[in-house]
């Protein structure tokens, strides 16, 4: 019997732990292609202290998932609001302003063709 509720416990703790895994949703960084790399994620890195100014009380990231991603930011800015989807711009004031990255929070399923940001 002793056994028998030790093993409960533990696929109790399992199936829990699969639960949060699941639900934990990722703060998706968008960053220009256009830019380096490395000046990219720098942009990055912006577009996520800004969104974090924009959400001060938010428990729904709380730091787990951050998946920094490819992409033409001006071309996805627009998708995103046509679907209606909230996120962070950054503007870089040394580039007149431009739009360098995005940050959005989940929304996984619009951004599996992209790829993640890759020093080649």
């Not at 949060?20 to 380096?36: G, N």
């Not at 679907?83 to 929070?105: G, H, M, N, R, S």
Request: aromatic share 12%; glycine share 4%; hydrophobic share 40%.
């Amino acid at each position: 019997m002793r056994q028998y509720l030790h093993l409960r416990m533990q696929l109790s703790h399992v199936i829990t732990n699969m639960l949060m895994a699941m639900t934990k949703r990722k703060l998706y960084v968008l960053v220009d292609k256009a830019l380096r790399p490395v000046y990219g994620c720098v942009q990055g890195g912006h577009a996520v202290a800004q969104w974090m100014l924009e959400h001060p009380n938010s428990k729904d990231w709380s730091n787990d998932y951050l998946i920094y991603l490819s992409a033409d930011v001006n071309k996805w800015k627009k998708k995103l609001e046509y679907y209606d989807v909230k996120f962070t711009e950054f503007k870089e004031p040394d580039l007149d302003y431009k739009t360098t990255a995005l940050a959005v929070f989940g929304h996984e399923e619009l951004f599996k063709r992209l790829k993640v940001v890759t020093e080649d």
